[in-house]
């Protein structure tokens, strides 16, 4: 991506300034994080006590937040792009301008931790996961998704959706993906107990969405594709899993 003249490296932070007005259009270049927003938060159970917190790390524009209301949680969100936390806080979110691997929060205070398509994008994973799993009370839950470091997820995450034109170019490094087996021994190492999936979109609902978006047509409200399960987790997984108390 280009910046000012510039070629951004992949996986710069400055890509989300460029982006910033894609956050919230339902068909723009950032359509699947709004997919997987959804998916994540069905993996969200309602609160279970007044003042329940939700942690959002990596939260972006607030994507996640209508997803959550009327579960009863206080959703604060963790980003380091500005121009995405004004547009959380528009939508509700309490916005912490911070840094994943270091997020400035105390230990043990958040009821769910979500990380969302955030994992990919972070230097040090692992740091992120110990920074997950300490805000996290005992009995907290841990909701995530991120692609897998083998290559399948490099051909079709990159090779292949970057020719899309909704796929912005150099968004992700695939030198940061995740493999979940060393995740889920991560998580371990923390008192979490991770439960990965892998996910996808929905075969019928994608093919109507790209046919729309080659033919310029809208997405009609409750028409976008859904993310489901599947037996692979080579590409896109899903995780969740409880901190030991």
């Not at 994507?63 to 949680?73: D, I, Q, S, V």
């Not at 087996?181 to 019928?204: F, M, S």
């Amino acid at each position: 991506m280009r910046d000012a003249g510039r070629v951004l490296p992949r996986n710069d932070p400055r890509q989300y300034d460029d982006l910033a007005d894609e956050w919230w259009r339902p068909d723009g270049v950032f359509a699947m994080l709004h997919w997987l927003a959804r998916a994540r938060a069905a993996l969200v159970p309602p609160a279970t006590r007044p003042g329940a917190l939700l942690v959002d790390l990596g939260c972006g524009a607030g994507l996640l937040a209508t997803h959550l209301a009327g579960k009863g949680y206080r959703h604060v969100g963790v980003d380091l792009t500005r121009s995405a936390l004004a547009q959380a806080a528009a939508h509700g979110v309490t916005a912490v301008n911070g840094d994943a691997t270091a997020v400035p929060l105390v230990d043990g205070c958040a009821d769910v931790v979500a990380a969302g398509e955030l994992l990919e994008h972070v230097p040090d994973w692992r740091a992120a996961v110990a920074e997950a799993c300490r805000l996290l009370r005992p009995g907290g839950l841990l909701v995530l998704d991120t692609l897998n470091d083998t290559a399948l997820a490099r051909l079709v995450a990159v090779r292949v959706a970057e020719r899309l034109p909704t796929v912005p170019r150099g968004i992700h490094d695939p030198r940061l993906f995740v493999d979940d087996r060393e995740l889920v021994a991560e998580c371990a190492r923390h008192g979490v107990d991770l439960r990965v999936r892998g996910v996808r979109p929905a075969v019928p609902g994608l093919l109507r969405w790209l046919f729309r978006q080659a033919t310029g047509a809208a997405t009609p409200a409750g028409q976008a594709p859904r993310i489901v399960p599947t037996g692979s987790r080579a590409v896109l997984y899903q995780g969740h899993g409880v901190r030991g108390g």
